[in-house]
Nanobody, 122 residues
Framework: QVQLVESGGGLVQPGGSLRLSCAAS????????IGWFRQAPGKEREGLAC????NSRIYYADSVKGRFTISRNGLYLQMNMLKHEDPAVYYC???????????????????WGKGIQVTVSS
């Protein structure tokens, strides 16, 4: 059974950085993809970045491109230049035994972590 657990969230000032981690167990080492999402109160869950193990493709949402970096294995999300619009619960998600490239839609993932809060405030 695949399990995902996020860590590394917390409070940061605007312009600051955080590094989120996703501890994953049970994934097929060659064929899976991992994505990072966030959900702010009253908003839909938003795909941020993803990485595919099978073809090493990485994708970013326009809202975070140039500020956030996903590791090649998908288990880390480096967030720089955090803004007031970035606070949310952040999730890592995965699809195991996946043979195609990842995407940023929630329906493409069937395994989710419980999420972790990120707050940006001065």
């Amino acid at each position: 059974q695949v399990q995902l657990v996020e860590s590394g969230g917390g409070l940061v000032q605007p312009g600051g950085s955080l590094r989120l981690s996703c501890a994953a167990s049970g994934l097929n080492s060659e064929y899976h993809y991992i994505g990072w999402f966030r959900q702010a109160p009253g908003k839909e869950r938003e795909g941020l970045a993803c990485s595919s193990s099978s073809n090493s493709r990485i994708y970013y949402a326009d809202s975070v491109k140039g500020r956030f970096t996903i590791s090649r294995n998908g288990l880390y999300l480096q967030m720089n230049m955090l803004k007031h619009e970035d606070p949310a619960v952040y999730y890592c998600a995965a699809r195991n035994n996946a043979y195609r490239a990842c995407g940023l839609f929630t329906f493409e993932y069937d395994i989710w972590g419980k999420g972790i809060q990120v707050t940006v405030s001065s």
